[in-house]
């Protein structure tokens, strides 16, 4: 389901939403909560002239509508919204909030089963998987750190033992490299270890998907010598169609704070 065909779902849910409500209404918010079959709805309303809103039974229908638009925002790999807020302002003004990290904040606790049954209906990717919802911890453990290179000669010089990129995914494979978010960044340049001659041009960075973590210099060899990246973190950068994922704030910190603990422990 695309913009376009949620935006259609989401004028016949404000429609329905606006035709159901009291001549008085100002404002009108409706909660979506769903975890596999389990779901719940629950609204409520600003009146016009007073100063608190009051709980509203929103029409049953909306309920079609929500599992309707969850369904078809599902995302390959990364599953779909758990909670999704509806805010519809007098006359027709409306805005949508979706989660599909957080724990929503339940009524009722869903019945046993109902994350397992999520998963089943939206497979999810394991790092997409929250940890609430049985997924990696969140202070990033297992989070492999890439190596620029595989060893050094005794005078420096880089030594790779790894499989070439085949020229066709060679600029694929570096947008991934270089467009990731970066977690850590010095102010500074480092030698270049294949060229000693050149200025000091090495990106003192790190990067995440999320997934790995590895050093701004994996892109610059790659770049500037065709050197390869290791054969694991490329199989994973193919894997996910040379598309970066979408990688929130929460992921960020833990990989940054697995990458601080790498560097305390070697």
């Given at each position: 389901?695309?913009?376009?065909?949620?935006?259609?779902?989401l004028?016949e849910?404000?429609?329905?939403?606006?035709?159901?409500?009291?001549?008085?209404?100002e404002?009108?918010?409706?909660?979506?909560?769903?975890?596999?079959?389990?779901?719940?709805?629950?609204?409520q309303?600003?009146?016009?002239?007073?100063?608190l809103?009051?709980?509203?039974?929103?029409?049953?229908?909306?309920?079609?509508?929500f599992?309707r638009?969850?369904e078809?925002m599902?995302?390959p790999?990364?599953?779909?919204?758990?909670?999704a807020?509806?805010?519809?302002?007098?006359?027709?003004?409306?805005?949508?909030?979706?989660d599909?990290?957080?724990?929503?904040?339940?009524?009722?606790?869903?019945?046993?089963?109902?994350?397992?049954?999520?998963?089943?209906?939206f497979?999810?990717?394991?790092q997409?998987?929250?940890?609430?919802?049985?997924?990696?911890?969140?202070?990033?453990?297992?989070?492999?750190?890439?190596?620029?290179?595989?060893?050094s000669?005794?005078?420096?010089?880089?030594?790779?033992?790894?499989?070439?990129?085949?020229?066709?995914?060679?600029?694929?494979?570096?947008?991934?490299?270089?467009?990731?978010p970066?977690?850590?960044?010095?102010?500074?340049?480092?030698?270049?270890?294949?060229?000693?001659?050149?200025?000091s041009?090495?990106?003192m960075?790190?990067?995440?998907?999320?997934?790995w973590?590895?050093?701004?210099?994996?892109?610059y060899?790659?770049r500037?010598?065709?050197?390869?990246?290791?054969?694991?973190?490329?199989?994973?950068?193919?894997?996910?169609?040379?598309?970066?994922?979408?990688?929130?704030?929460?992921?960020?910190?833990?990989?940054?704070k697995?990458?601080?603990?790498?560097?305390?422990?070697?």
């Amino acid at each position: 389901m695309g913009p376009v065909e949620q935006n259609e779902v989401l004028q016949e849910m404000t429609l329905l939403l606006s035709h159901a409500l009291p001549a008085d209404w100002e404002e009108a918010v409706v909660a979506y909560r769903a975890l596999g079959s389990y779901t719940e709805m629950y609204g409520q309303i600003q009146h016009k002239g007073k100063k608190l809103p009051s709980p509203y039974q929103p029409p049953a229908e909306l309920t079609g509508l929500f599992a309707r638009l969850r369904e078809g925002m599902y995302r390959p790999g990364f599953g779909t919204w758990l909670t999704a807020t509806l805010r519809l302002t007098f006359p027709a003004t409306y805005n949508v909030r979706y989660d599909g990290d957080s724990e929503p904040s339940w009524v009722r606790r869903p019945p046993d089963g109902a994350g397992e049954e999520e998963l089943q209906r939206f497979p999810r990717d394991p790092q997409h998987v929250p940890e609430w919802l049985g997924g990696r911890p969140a202070d990033g453990s297992a989070i492999p750190v890439a190596k620029p290179y595989d060893d050094s000669e005794p005078d420096g010089t880089p030594i790779f033992q790894r499989p070439e990129v085949p020229a066709e995914d060679r600029d694929a494979l570096l947008a991934y490299l270089e467009k990731a978010p970066i977690i850590l960044m010095a102010h500074s340049l480092s030698e270049d270890m294949m060229d000693p001659e050149r200025p000091s041009r090495v990106p003192m960075t790190y990067h995440t998907d999320g997934v790995w973590i590895w050093p701004g210099a994996v892109g610059y060899y790659l770049r500037e010598h065709g050197l390869p990246p290791e054969s694991e973190l490329v199989a994973h950068i193919r894997g996910n169609g040379f598309e970066l994922p979408d990688t929130p704030d929460h992921v960020l910190s833990a990989t940054l704070k697995h990458l601080y603990s790498s560097f305390s422990n070697g």
